[in-house]
């Protein structure tokens, strides 16, 4: 029997989830397109990463791995719709395996990871069928999907932060443009010496907090305009390395952020964030909707280890992703 040679068509993508620091919510449409002045965040890609593969199959099938695997003839029929998009999106809709992977758990984690697999899915698949895509275009895309394809009430901070890494201030105005300032400094190199990621043990859906939020939002509108001056003060004390200040303000931040909507916080939270506070850190706040994931905390390397030691909680230094989305391996026409 002789086999034709198919040549090797496979691509993998590394895609940041991030961590913000201060201005979350104040990316909503429901804030940025009443506030004359736009929403803002200021947030960093992390060193820890949705990895995305897209592979040639034998046949025309579709085969789509993640938490559980899908087998299908028609793109329609695959259940994971932020594949399923992607894939309509980019126009590659058969003839695929495609497997994701993440380093953190994979959802409810606060970080951003559901955006981080979408701009990674695009990137992939863009690649895949031979067109090389900016930041830009990874991110707007994927926005289209989540907010308005999937009807998804999630702000656009995490689609930004995953496509182009960094450390930035990212502004979102009333025409609905955005705008990235990178926030560069060699003292922000050291951050990681100075925050960590602790997580709770608890994950949440965050769609319920964040639609209930985008309903408060008008009664709400003093709490996150104080929220989106944060956004503002956060970049100066980062360019200068004040880890304290900044520390202090993410407290602020989380008082602020408590009184928005109820099952931000629980008791288990409380507890945690209070032993944080007892074993040495200046402030921290829960990243994400709320409801679990990972706090955020401003500590000493040696306050780091005492919370792993004494807490037994996984501590994650807050290492900076420069890249944004990569494409890692490219084995076309191997």
């Not at 068509?9 to 002045?37: I, K, Q, W």
């Not at 994701?100 to 863009?126: E, F, N, Q, R, Y």
């Not at 996150?224 to 304290?244: N, P, T, Y």
């Not at 931040?253 to 200046?282: P, R, T």
Request: aromatic share 6%; hydrophobic share 40%; with cysteine.
């Amino acid at each position: 029997m002789k086999w034709d040679i198919v040549a090797v068509l496979m691509l993998v993508t590394r895609t940041p989830v991030r961590v913000s620091f201060c201005g979350g919510g104040t990316d909503l449409p429901a804030f940025y397109n009443v506030n004359e002045s736009g929403g803002l965040v200021t947030s960093m890609a992390l060193q820890a990463y949705i990895y995305v593969t897209v592979n040639k199959r034998f046949d025309d099938s579709i085969r789509i791995s993640y938490s559980k695997t899908e087998i299908v003839d028609d793109f329609e029929e695959i259940q994971h719709e932020l594949v399923r998009e992607s894939m309509r999106m980019t126009g590659v809709t058969s003839g695929v395996e495609i497997t994701t992977i993440a380093d953190i758990p994979g959802k409810g984690t606060g970080l951003g990871s559901s955006s981080s697999v979408t701009v990674g899915l695009l990137h992939a698949l863009h690649a895949y069928a031979g067109r090389e895509v900016s930041a830009k275009q990874l991110a707007q895309e994927a926005c289209e999907i989540e907010i308005h394809v999937l009807n998804q009430t999630i702000g656009k901070q995490d689609q930004y932060a995953a496509a182009y890494g960094g450390v930035n201030q990212i502004y979102f105005f009333q025409d609905n443009s955005v705008d990235i300032k990178p926030i560069k400094s060699e003292k922000i190199q050291e951050i990681s010496e100075h925050f960590c990621l602790v997580w709770t043990g608890l994950s949440r859906k965050a769609t319920p907090i964040l639609e209930q939020q985008s309903k408060n939002t008008e009664s709400k509108m003093n709490r996150l305009l104080s929220m989106r001056k944060q956004a503002e003060d956060v970049s100066s004390l980062l360019e200068i390395g004040d880890w304290g200040s900044i520390g202090a303000m993410l407290g602020d931040a989380w008082k602020l952020k408590k009184g928005i909507v109820d099952g931000i916080s629980n008791n288990e939270i409380d507890v945690l964030y209070d032993k944080l506070m007892n074993l040495g850190c200046s402030g921290g706040k829960l990243l994400g909707a709320g409801g679990g994931g990972f706090i955020l905390v401003q500590a000493s390397k040696e306050v780091q280890e005492k919370i792993s030691s004494q807490l037994g909680n996984t501590v994650i230094p807050l290492m900076i992703d420069n890249c944004g989305s990569t494409i890692l391996l490219d084995d076309r026409g191997a």
